[in-house]
């Protein structure tokens, strides 16, 4: 199995509107709730794509019991092993602009989380560890949480011998990539606050330098960059498209740990990530890609491999 580790789940709001103008008023057309946050998003994916997956992380209060309700509900979703905490999960609120197909995002804070509930955590995790196949940490570090969380469990997944990947940004990114993570998959503005360099693939080769064993950058709309063992790699859709990118990189994240768990290459993983993440723009939420789109661009991926690497 894939174990996802979300410890800042989020139940999933996106109102469409037909046109958002600041300051009206606006009557929602069309209203979707999904069980969410980075890793929950992953997870969801990996289970669409016919792989046991199993979400582990924090939830609680009523917004917690909503999130597990729906979760529960998913044909064949992942399977829940939430540690209950006391605080209210959060909300995240996608509003779609129909007249021009651009999404604007409200993120609550998460709940602040105890030592106890880190604790109870943390026992979950190492329980779950020997059974998994790869490990995807995803997402912000909820209030209470320190900084060197993601280094903490980075390190636990290696000394089990489990492949991790690392998706997050700021302080816990720099201390996480430290622990020395197989993958770590910023976005373009997540590597520059990293690196300080905003040219995308002396940003990643340094990325790399600090840890990781492969980059995989987010380059929005013209795909991927890998720095990787193996090589260099640009990978991008035929063509950009309109739609709602809330989890799109959740996507690629589990293209990326799909293909690693099935052995495949890096061409045909990063063919993968971007077909996905390019699917999910077109689909209404996070945690869903339209597959007759995602079946069409697997064919038609440009991935290229470069001479140089860090």
Same mark, same amino acid.
């Given at each position: ?5 979300? #410890?800042n789940?989020? #139940?999933d ?5 037909p046109? =958002? ?8 057309? &069309?209203?979707t $709730? ?7 998003n ?7 794509l016919?792989?046991t997956?199993?979400?582990?992380? @924090? ?9 597990? &309700? ?19 999960t959060?909300r995240?609120?996608a509003?779609?602009d ?5 999404t604007?995002? =409200? ?13 109870? @955590?943390?026992g979950? @995790?190492?329980?779950?560890?020997? &059974?998994?196949?790869a490990?995807a #940490? ?8 320190h ?10 997944a290696r000394?089990?011998g ?8 700021g $302080?816990?990114?720099r ?9 770590v ?11 300080? !360099?905003? &040219?995308? =693939? ?5 990325a790399?330098?600090?840890?990781a ?5 987010? =380059?929005?709309a013209?795909?991927?960059?890998a ?7 640009r ?5 950009a498209?309109?739609g709602n ?8 994240v589990?293209?990326l740990?799909?293909? #690693? !768990?099935?052995?495949?290459?890096w061409?045909?993983?990063l063919?993968r990530?971007v ?5 999910t ?7 869903? @890609? ?11 991926v ?7 690497? !860090?």
């Amino acid at each position: 199995m894939i174990l996802t580790v979300t #410890l800042n789940t989020a #139940l999933d709001l996106t109102y469409a509107v037909p046109a =958002l103008v600041p300051h009206g008023s606006h009557r929602v057309t &069309e209203v979707t $709730e999904r069980p969410g946050g980075k890793g929950v998003n992953v997870a969801r994916v990996l289970s669409a794509l016919g792989h046991t997956t199993v979400v582990t992380g @924090f939830a609680g209060g009523s917004t917690g019991a909503v999130l597990r &309700e729906l979760l529960g509900a998913l044909p064949q979703g992942p399977a829940d092993a939430l540690v209950t905490v006391a605080g209210n999960t959060r909300r995240t609120l996608a509003v779609v602009d129909r007249s021009t197909g651009d999404t604007t995002q =409200l993120n609550e804070p998460g709940p602040h989380i105890d030592a106890g509930e880190w604790a109870a @955590f943390l026992g979950t @995790f190492r329980e779950l560890l020997p &059974e998994a196949e790869a490990v995807a #940490l995803c997402g912000s570090l909820p209030p209470g949480i320190h900084v060197g969380a993601y280094a903490e469990l980075v390190r636990l997944a290696r000394s089990a011998g489990v492949p991790v990947l690392l998706d997050t940004g700021g $302080e816990p990114l720099r201390r996480g990539i430290a622990a020395r993570p197989d993958l770590v998959k910023p976005n373009a503005d997540e590597l520059a606050q990293l690196t300080g !360099a905003r &040219e995308p =693939l002396r940003a990643t080769c340094d990325a790399r330098r600090r840890g990781a064993r492969s980059v995989v950058a987010s =380059l929005g709309a013209d795909g991927l960059l890998a720095v990787t063992p193996d090589g260099t790699f640009r990978a991008a859709p035929p063509s950009a498209v309109r739609g709602n990118p809330t989890g799109a990189g959740d996507s690629a994240v589990a293209g990326l740990l799909s293909a #690693l !768990a099935e052995g495949l290459g890096w061409q045909d993983r990063l063919t993968r990530a971007v077909a996905l993440s390019t699917a999910t723009v077109l689909a209404p939420a996070a945690g869903e @890609f339209d597959r007759a789109a995602y079946e069409d661009l697997l064919d038609r991926v440009t991935v290229e491999e470069h001479a140089s690497a !860090a």
